[in-house]
């Protein structure tokens, strides 16, 4: 599976953005989507993760409530729409693709895209 992240970009504290990876290449409802991203100096961490067929959803605690992963398997393609942005949400994300069941651990993951870059100012 080839993933290609886009959507990333400046917003000021309190704004939005959403995310969308497009993927190609294998069946992509076969795959559990993921977000994860990754701040200057600091590991990659879980964001979100949705199911097949997106009945499931799954988030880290921090943005819960304020962002919502979707996907659309007929365009192949995950959303991560991010609300009431704050400065500590700023890094690259990353979207992955796991062809088991959901999980939090990057190194579950057997596809990644390549990242785009949220910078949220205060």
């Known amino acids: 599976v080839q993933l290609q992240a886009s959507g990333g970009g400046l917003v000021q504290a309190g704004g939005s953005l959403r995310l969308s990876c497009a993927a190609s290449?294998?069946?992509?409802?076969?795959?559990?989507m993921g977000w994860f991203r990754q701040a200057p100096g600091k590991e990659r961490r879980f964001v979100a993760a949705?199911?097949?067929?997106?009945?499931?959803?799954y988030y880290e605690d921090s943005v819960k409530g304020r962002f919502t992963i979707s996907r659309d398997n007929a365009k192949n393609t995950v959303y991560l729409q991010m609300n009431s942005l704050k400065p500590e949400d700023t890094a690259v994300y990353y979207c992955?693709?796991?062809?088991?069941?959901?999980?939090?651990?990057?190194?579950?993951?057997?596809?990644w895209g390549q990242g785009t870059l949220v910078t949220v100012s205060s």
């Open positions: 290449g294998r069946t992509f409802s076969n795959y559990y």
């Open positions: 992955a693709a796991r062809g088991g069941t959901y999980s939090q651990f990057a190194t579950m993951y057997d596809y």
């Open positions: 949705i199911s097949w067929g997106g009945l499931s959803t």
